[in-house]
């Protein structure tokens, strides 16, 4: 009986991939259709398209502590309190800048274009239409996520005035 050596006949990962010169720590990593973006750790986003062209987009004037992307857009949360949302082009909009000029700790999307964050012991909600919630909690938010509707879990308003009560 002869044992067959199959390794060669496995396609390896390392096969599939090519070294990138960031120039910053690369801290998160996200993809709008077929561009990889990479969140570097000071100021910017690294955008790869697949055919190897790279650009550098600047989005904060400091480091960059947290992002989260959809399907559109990257939003990224900086050290110099703002929220940035950028699309597959690079065009990129503040949506929020914090008053006290706190760091945004954290970054959420959710669905229709809804956008969260947390600053300090304070969470930020954000509708695509413009309306925006503010929900004080008892410690900074270790991370932030949407909840789908439906699940059984009270809304942030809801929340809010329970715990007034």
Do not use: N, Y
């Not at 004037?61 to 929220?83: E, H, N, Q």
């Not at 969260?116 to 932030?144: I, M, N, Q």
Request: charged share 20%; with cysteine.
């Amino acid at each position: 009986m002869s044992v067959t050596d199959t390794r060669a006949q496995i396609p390896s990962v390392v096969g599939r991939t090519r070294p990138l010169k960031a120039e910053a720590p690369v801290v998160a990593a996200h993809f709008l259709g077929q561009t990889a973006i990479f969140v570097l750790g000071e100021e910017a986003l690294l955008f790869l398209s697949r055919a190897g062209e790279m650009r550098t987009i600047p989005v904060h004037g400091g480091a960059v502590l947290a992002s989260a992307a959809d399907a559109s857009r990257i939003v990224t949360g900086g050290d110099d309190g703002k929220v940035v949302a950028t699309d597959a082009e690079g065009k990129s909009i503040t949506l929020a800048s914090d008053a006290k000029h706190r760091w945004i700790d954290h970054v959420a999307v959710g669905p229709a274009g809804a956008t969260a964050w947390s600053a300090g012991r304070e969470v930020f909600v954000r509708t695509a239409k413009g309306a925006e919630r503010t929900l004080a909690v008892p410690s900074t938010p270790g991370g932030l996520a949407f909840a789908p509707k439906g699940c059984g879990l009270p809304s942030p308003t809801t929340t809010a005035s329970r715990s007034g009560s």
